[in-house]
């Protein structure tokens, strides 16, 4: 994955490549061609037009650009079975302390535990910074979770599906 920057006066452009997706971006309409055109002519490639999708990131422009990542909340919640669950209104019990398992206790589907957290993280940090706390504070117990861990983790996705839509919202 990389970023470019090409900075001409008070003309900007912005390439943003990650395997053989790109997405190009500039202030000066007249610079973006001359950049698409630059790379058509070395590489074989297609103008797909205004992005609505790179790397599961939802683009969409309503009064400016929302990202948002609905397509993957969805899947997070029906792999969990929880895509028709009661919402609440916040991803994390006030002042919830969670226990470390140790000892003999058995740790509760650690590997389960581990790709649901790991799903969340990407799901936060894309587009969804309301739940980064949660799903860091999570992310602690993924070596040994137990059955409070899951408990948290499960009112967390009751928080993601009151609130699917949401995303980061940047004004024109």
């Not at 900075?7 to 997706?21: A, P, S």
């Not at 140790?102 to 309301?130: F, I, K, N, T, W």
């Not at 059955?147 to 499960?154: D, F, G, Y």
Request: with cysteine; charged share 25%; aromatic share 8%.
């Amino acid at each position: 994955q990389n970023l470019y920057i090409l900075n001409r006066g008070t003309q900007l452009v912005v390439l943003v490549l990650y395997v053989d997706d790109m997405l190009v971006t500039s202030t000066s309409s007249e610079v973006m061609s001359e950049v698409k055109t630059a790379f058509k002519s070395r590489y074989k490639m297609k103008d797909m037009g205004l992005a609505r999708v790179m790397l599961g990131l939802e683009i969409e422009r309503k009064d400016g650009i929302l990202v948002r990542q609905r397509t993957l909340a969805q899947s997070i919640l029906q792999e969990h079975g929880m895509l028709d669950c009661n919402p609440v209104r916040s991803p994390m019990e006030a002042n919830l302390h969670l226990p470390s398992i140790q000892g003999d206790h058995e740790p509760e589907r650690p590997g389960e535990y581990r790709r649901a957290v790991g799903r969340l993280l990407y799901l936060a940090s894309g587009s969804r910074p309301d739940l980064m706390f949660s799903v860091s504070y999570l992310a602690r117990f993924c070596e040994r979770p137990g059955s409070a861990h899951w408990a948290a983790v499960k009112r967390l996705l009751r928080y993601i599906c009151g609130s699917m839509d949401w995303g980061v919202h940047f004004d024109e």
